[in-house]
């Protein structure tokens, strides 16, 4: 099956700075990715839609200069946490479509990455 | 608009009872379906998925579940659960096939011994 992996897995830093997530599809690729962010104990939201070559579309109430994601290839899509703030401490996951001759293009997720801002 | 409630939060069982979590949807176009499991700390991982055809769908792990469009449910059943199949599961709708996901706000399934 198609493979999607997120780098890095756990990440701490400091407020004030800036985190930058990947989102890779390994074996694949991805004209489309989708980035949730997930808090403690709730679902997930759907934060934007990563298209490659193209800027990205934000869901409403999601700060487009806060996270910025760049889709610049096929099989890479970043999302970056510009002057991270303790608020910002969450669970990120990504997801890429799939498609196939026959296939109805199914998404597959990273295994998440989880920000922690001091 | 597009919508999921999961109409349980928390569902506790013993182990080898059954077990179904339920899912309601709400779409004025055609769904697609899914149900996905997360373990601590990990990624979303497909269970099953309903597309079109048959209602009743069968997934990895034991699972099924059968699509109503009458009562727009999509519940997820297991006849007898194990210890491992503790995690939080997610219900989905999709009004295509690849586009982004609408998730609702999980069900935690906590099996005992």
């Known amino acids: 099956g198609a493979v999607v992996s997120q780098h890095p897995s756990r990440v701490i830093c400091k407020s004030g700075t800036s985190v930058k997530i990947e989102c890779r599809s390994l074996d694949f690729q991805a004209t489309t990715m989708f980035w949730y962010r997930q808090f403690p104990k709730k679902s997930l939201m759907l934060m934007a839609t990563?298209?490659?070559?193209?800027?990205?579309?934000?869901e409403q109430g999601v700060e487009k200069d806060k996270f910025l994601i760049n889709h610049a290839s096929l099989t890479l899509s970043t999302l970056t946490v510009t002057s991270a703030h303790p608020e910002d401490s969450s669970f990120y996951i990504c997801s890429a479509r799939y498609w196939t001759s026959g296939s109805s293009g199914e998404l597959f997720f990273g295994e998440g990455s989880r920000l922690t801002v001091l | 608009a597009q919508s999921v409630t999961q109409l349980d939060s928390q569902v506790p069982v013993f182990e080898e009872a059954p077990v179904e979590l339920r899912c309601n949807y709400s779409s004025s176009v055609s769904v697609y379906l899914f149900w996905y499991v997360q373990y601590p700390n990990q990624g979303l991982q497909l269970l099953l998925k309903y597309l079109s055809g048959s209602t009743l769908v069968k997934g990895i792990n034991g699972f099924e579940a059968e699509f109503n469009k009458s009562q727009t449910s999509f519940h997820l059943r297991k006849p007898s659960v194990h210890i491992s199949d503790t995690a939080e599961y997610f219900c989905a709708v999709g009004n295509q096939a690849g586009t982004a996901l609408i998730f609702g706000k999980g069900t935690t399934l906590s099996v005992s011994s």
């Open positions: 990563s298209n490659e070559g193209s800027k990205a579309t934000y």
